[in-house]
């Protein structure tokens, strides 16, 4: 069983900060979580699941909405994967997802991705 349990949404006001957490578990991801590229993307209502940052052994990608005010990082002894928002602004009120991708690739593209969260919401006020 794979499981991926993001935590740490909430409501913040506009220029505020969250740090979201993913925990990975279960028989696929066990000594080989830092195999994975992690990423986080999110949905707002009525609009399409959208590409956030993910993070491989090697490197990190954002979308272009994002960088400069998040920061993806992971702790592979601890299979948990992070994102820092910082500067949060109202259009980034969603609910935020995780998902494992087993390509070795910094897709931003949701299906490519094997695994996913439950996800945690978001909410940034004006």
């Known amino acids: 069983q794979v499981q991926l349990v993001e935590s740490g949404g909430g409501l913040v006001q506009a220029g505020g900060s969250l740090r979201l957490s993913c925990a990975a578990s279960?028989?696929?991801?066990?000594?080989?979580?830092?195999?994975?590229?992690m990423g986080w993307f999110r949905q707002a209502p009525g609009k399409e699941r959208e590409f956030v940052a993910a993070i491989s052994w090697s490197g990190t990608r954002y979308a272009d909405s994002v960088k400069g005010r998040f920061t993806v990082s992971r702790d592979n002894a601890k299979n948990t994967m992070y994102l820092q928002m910082n500067s949060l602004k109202p259009e980034d009120t969603a609910v935020y997802y995780c998902?494992?991708?087993?390509?070795?690739?910094?897709?931003?593209?949701?299906?490519?991705?094997?695994?996913w969260g439950q996800g945690t919401q978001v909410t940034v006020s004006s």
């Open positions: 998902a494992a991708d087993q390509s070795y690739v910094l897709n931003s593209v949701a299906t490519t991705y094997d695994y």
């Open positions: 279960g028989a696929a991801f066990g000594h080989t979580f830092s195999s994975y590229v």
